[in-house]
């Protein structure tokens, strides 16, 4: 048996000895060899980080195809989206891909994030990997409210507008920062190029590098391990080599992701609405996308005023805080305590179920 | 509305065989359907009382006979299965203008049933494989007569969505006004007057026969167990006579409170051939119960065989007697006669040469398995554990 | 026509069938293939006198007994109940067509069931020689079963000569026959592998796993390398028009236009595309990692491309059940009257008996709506009239039916995609209206717009 599987093999071997050589590999494998990932029962979500990239992957390639046809004019911008999805031969695939996989990206990434948080991956000595997986989220965000605008449709635009407006009203930077996204005081021509230029170019630079960090972090750090894993003896904690076995398995989890984008690609292409008119009224019932549905119904349901402050300036601050909570956490829960860890997973659960509550409470009304 | 108007035309292409050919598949298809389908049925009402009876005893005859029977179900039912593709097929083929129509009016009911026979086919795997395989089953006992229950139900529902089916499929005079009061196919043929003494006459039959299979199992055993054999002739002639008994006063209520009284006269001199059945099937009954209440007492073998062959014809006839019925209702609408023959004779041939085949494999076949389990001791115990 | 029609709400009638249909193949194919699976694995047994494959036969021959003598018989049962209910003058045709090949089909499904049962009560039990026997011989009933369904179901798409001669052997060995017969058998094996790695997956010794586990991922290649080929050759068979309409579906969905048939097509080749990715990166290169959790998704992607690629073929066919023959609404194509404005509601029995003179225009417009669309459309669901009709009133929607009754294809071009509405202009009308029921909402909502 072994024979036959060698000779099988015999061409594989020939290239893969003249690429290990030439590209001296061999350190490579030695260190991929040397990485291990716990086998338990949690190990699913060890694929989260793998499936947010593979989107990410799928962002730049069609992202880059959708800059060949786009024009970031403001009147031009929506025609040129009609054409690609209309006259372009499988524009509307590129598109899709890109519309969908925002989607998928930001959700895995949420997914990876809050999996990361309940396996107590924050604490020491992966702090920093913490925060930047942290920022890493909000740069997908961002990602998402610069790209939505982009189409200049009827939803979009008016959905930016709104943001931008929650924006300004942000204590300290708001006044800074919405006329600088804006460039000027409505949304216009230097708009789209202010959002055009961030999407393709400051958001991608500043999230490889980021992204590049949090890897190598990953890497040296090694896998976290919960502490109901950890704390079993060493003879009975099972560990699986990254490579071969677990990077093979993570490559069957992309291939599963990328059908799931394909899938709904094919079935759900994405399409786009009636071209934007800054000087109609606003459709009632706007809503922003999905991500930020939770944070939107939010700010509707605080009233006007709340004491001495203006509503929307305390839900932001209330926001704030929730977040503060997520950078901070490395410092509550360090492990030392039970009821510290205990405390962690309350808030945990309490900001998952809230923003899933709120979620589908402003997808409903 | 006439409801002459309202059977559908047969389709505009010749029929592939003769009509008559047809009809003598549909009844031996549906005979060697009703024989297994009538083990499944009441098998696994009767199995479920065995082995509750038995529950605290599991080295008792009863436990022993109750387990058998339940683990020959699944056999049982693959066969029913199979075995109704034929009839089926020409129920189709011969009166699919009425059969399909009345298939649509109880269209859900009627495609539920196969979710009924899959759910009901897995209980019985799982009493098998999850019950009785596992040691010290006698704990569970209740649990496997209740699965044996819920699916033995389940078997009972589907017989009477059949019976639903085939006698809605006999009245068009009753089509109109159910499909118009809605079109969705959630009916029944409740106001029909046989249809609750017609499902009883099968279904409380199906216990006679569940009876004879139990005599059967006796039959092989004689010669491992005597004692046990006849054990199991005694108490299968027992729940045969029992359950034919009841059956006569079930039939009675069919043939005067079921049928319109001019099909009835039909069967009593109206139609020679219909009688001689008719006739024929009583007799074979008589003969049947005489045998079975003799090996009741005394076991005997040669009564009990009797018995079971005059069971296996009285079974044929009554089939004959069904089908009669059926032309007796549908003369005024449906005539297969009247469609165009243009024989398909080669494939005629291959049909019965691969049946004489298939008859031969099977034999072949059943002596190969026969032989292999013969060679083991405890036969019954070990099926009951494959 | 000929028939009462079984209203299915949101689903339609076609998906009733078609989802009994797709756990059926799922599992029938597996019945077949898997014949070929247990000859040639327990060939290997025997030649090299494994005890381990043995094991492994035996733990899978009853993961086989269960999954299709259960499933596969009465899901098979269950779709010719369904397309009973739904397409009787379909059936009916066939029956009256094929019924002594479905006669044969019978015996040998008795053949079939009757060794599975032999060959998994006997082991250990008759000696090994007679025990591979009972594996060939079930291979070969269970292929002789598929030989014959397949010139059943070709003959649906291509009926071919039978169309003039009404021969059934025209009919049976059809044009697409052959390759359809050879897609289907490399399907099967393909899988039986993907079935079998189920049990593989189970094996708890490393090294025998890793050797089952690839033997079961090769089963799956012969499909991927011959496959295209036949399926190209298949393609050359398929009549003109439906070759025309796929190309039409293509090209016009690379512009955003997208019909159902080329969806199920991309979705088709996608699924087909992972199948291969996950066989080679999953089975293939790393067998000691793949898990019976692993497995059971993979199996859930088999079901996944075989329900799409099933979905397809049932949608090459329209607007037809027997191409060129009878229409999916169940008319025949020599009933279709010679005139454009013929009435529809004095053909066919039921047709014709439930539409009473005294019955308002709506419920006339219902009657016709569930006759000549219903078989493809639903109210609100699949096919959706609701989005369909869009926010068109009706003067428009009079003038859309009148279209479709066009047969000409340069001016409906719908000809070829939809069976041509037969209705007079009564009737045309009684349609529309009731039609304009179903869009009201739209319309108010078009018209509040406008303003």
Known sequence: MAAELQQENKLAKLIGNFLVSRLSLADLQHLAAKKKVPVHKHSLWYYMGGITMIYFAVQVVTGILLMVYYVPEINAAHASILKINSQIDFGWFIRSLHSWGSTLMILSAAVHLFSSFFMRAYRQPREITWWAGLVLMILCLAFGFTGYLLPWDDLSFFATKVGLDITAKAPLVGG?????????????????????????????????????????????????????????????????????????????????????????????????GPEANPFAPAPIGIKPEWYFLGAFQFLKLIPPMVGPIEGELFGILAMSLVGLGFLIMPFIDNGSQRRRALLATIYGVAVVLGLIFLSIWGALS | MDPSQLIPSYQPLPFPLPVWLSQTLLVIGLYLHALPMNVVLGGGFISAALLAASRRDKSSYCWRAGQALASSLPLFISFAITQGIVPLLFVQLLYGPAFYTSSILLAVPWLA???????????????????????????????????????????????????????????????????????????????????????????????????????????????????????????????????????????LWFFFGGIPARFAHYFAGGDLQATYMFVASLALAAISVICALISSINSSKPAFLSSLVSTLALIFAMIVNRHNLRLFYLQPYLRPETVPVVAQTWLLGIFFVSAVALIAFLFWLGHLVWSAWSKDASVIDESSTA | MNYPVWVVPYLGGSWVIGIIAIIHIFISHFAVGCGAFFALAEELAYRRGDERIYAFLKQHSRFFVLVTTVAGAVTGVGIWFAVSLVGPDGIASLIQCFSLAWAEEYLFFVAELATAFAYYYTWNKISRQKHLLLARLYMIFSIATLVIINGMLTFMLTPGKWLTSHNWVDGFFNPTYCPSLIIRLLIMFALAGMYALVTSSRIAEPKFRTFMVRYCAKWLLPVFVIGPVVGFWYLTQIPQATMHTIFTGIQSSGVGNFSILARALYLSLILSGTIILFNFFGPYLNPRGFTFRIALLFLVCGLAVTGTTEWMRELLRKPYIVYGYLYSNGMHTDELPAKVDASFLKKGRWATAMATPDMPPVAKGELLFRYECMSCHTVRGYRSMKTLLGPRDEDALVGFLQLLRMRDRSVNPYSGIMPPLVASDDELQCLSKYLATINQKERAQAISMSH
């Open chain 1, 176 to 272: 800074l920062l919405g006329p600088l996204l804006k460039g000027g005081n409505m949304i216009s021509q230097a708009t789209i190029s202010r959002f055009f230029g961030i999407h393709v170019a400051i958001l991608p630079l500043t999230l490889i590098s980021l992204l590049a960090v949090h890897l190598m972090l990953v890497q040296s750090h090694g896998m976290s391990e919960p502490a109901a894993f950890a704390d079993t003896p060493p003879e009975k904690r099972r560990y699986e080599p990254f490579f071969p076995d677990f990077f093979f398995k993570d490559m069957l989890v992309w291939i599963l992701a990328l059908n799931v984008l394909f899938v709904l690609v094919v079935l759900f292409p994405w399409g786009v």
């Open chain 2, 113 to 251: 049933l196969v979710f009924i026979l899959l759910f009901s086919y897995y209980l019985s795997y799982l009493v098998v494989y999850r019950f009785l395989k596992k040691e010290g089953g006698g704990n569970l006992a209740p649990l496997i007569s209740l699965t044996l229950l819920v699916m033995s139900i389940g078997f009972a529902a589907i017989g009477f969505t059949f019976s639903n089916n085939m006698t809605l499929m006999l009245t068009p005079d009753k089509w109109a006004a159910i499909y118009q009061s809605n079109p969705y196919g959630l009916h029944l043929n409740w106001q029909e007057p046989q249809l609750l003494p017609r499902f009883l006459h099968f279904f409380v039959a199906s216990f006679a026969v569940a009876g004879m299979t139990l005599g059967c199992f006796g039959l092989y055993l004689l010669r491992r167990s005597q004692e046990f054999g006849r054990w199991l002739i005694r108490t299968g002639s027992r729940l045969f006579v029992c359950f034919t008994m009841v059956n006569v006063g079930v039939g």
